[in-house]
């Protein structure tokens, strides 16, 4: 039963009622998750939840505002500078995705200091 409740509403019923969307779902259950996993100790766990991430971004502007909400996105852009490909292969995927969606959002990574990690041509 706790695995079905979503902030004390049940998700059968949200669905039910046709009012539970996909990325109020990643919002409230993946994301918070995410936000932890990439900030683990192991880097096999940190590169798959950049991974995940790379793939909630691959969308919609609103998908990849709930990604932008959950605070992730500091922590992607310092993965891409920390010159293991592992890591920073899937972060880079992910904000590449983050900076294809709305003015917003690519402000939000370049306040992030995206730049920084990128060797003038």
């Excluded at 969307?21 to 259950?29: K, R």
């Excluded at 880097?43 to 971004?57: I, P």
């Amino acid at each position: 039963m706790a695995a079905n409740l979503l902030c004390g509403l049940d998700i059968r019923y949200l669905k039910a009622m046709n009012i539970l969307s996909t990325h109020i779902l990643y919002y409230y259950t993946l994301l918070p998750i995410l936000t932890q996993l990439i900030n683990h100790q192991d880097k096999e766990v940190v590169s798959d939840a950049c991974w995940a991430l790379s793939y909630v971004t691959d969308g919609s502007t609103e998908r990849i505002q709930t990604v932008v909400n959950s605070g992730v996105v500091p922590r992607l852009v310092e993965l891409t500078g920390c010159g293991e490909t592992s890591l920073a292969s899937p972060s880079l995927r992910a904000i590449g995705n983050v900076v294809t969606g709305n003015d917003e959002q690519t402000q939000h990574v370049l306040n992030c200091g995206a730049l920084q990690h990128f060797d003038p041509f």
